[in-house]
């Protein structure tokens, strides 16, 4: 229910460039080619690309050419990727400290962005 409920997210007006955050390098990649295969623009950022491989997925969601980039927290700090519309943590961070990083990547330089963060409820 959690893709079905992202793929509408998506869908919406606004969702403009969109900042995805998963927690593993395997359900990063998952996720991507899901978004991929539902005919969404999507790029993806973790630790098992190679620095060419990632300078790529950057630059393209940087130059708009994909609409989302979905990555892991190696995303989160130290990226200054203007006009970020959203970030969504399909997965919720580890720690606060990642929260507070990965949420501020949008909104920035005195712009509005949204973030959200999908919490499941457990048995």
């Known amino acids: 229910k959690k893709l079905d409920l992202l793929h509408d997210l998506l869908n919406k007006d606004g969702f403009d460039k969109v900042l995805i955050f998963g927690r ?6 998952k996720l991507n080619k899901e978004l991929t295969f539902r005919g969404f623009k ?6 098992n690309k190679t620095q060419a491989q990632r300078q ?6 940087k130059q708009n050419r994909v609409q989302i980039l979905v990555a892991t927290d190696v995303a989160a700090r130290g990226l200054d990727i203007p ?15 990642d929260y507070i990083h ?3 990547r ?9 973030a959200l963060t999908f919490v499941g409820i457990g048995a």
């Open 24 to 29: 593993t390098k395997h359900g990063i990649e």
């Open 42 to 47: 999507t790029g993806a950022l973790h630790g």
């Open 56 to 61: 790529r997925a950057l630059n393209d969601f």
């Open 83 to 97: 006009n970020v519309s959203h970030v969504v943590n399909f997965e919720a961070p580890e720690n606060y400290s």
């Open 102 to 104: 990965r949420i501020g």
């Open 106 to 114: 949008t909104g920035r330089a005195d712009k509005k962005g949204k």
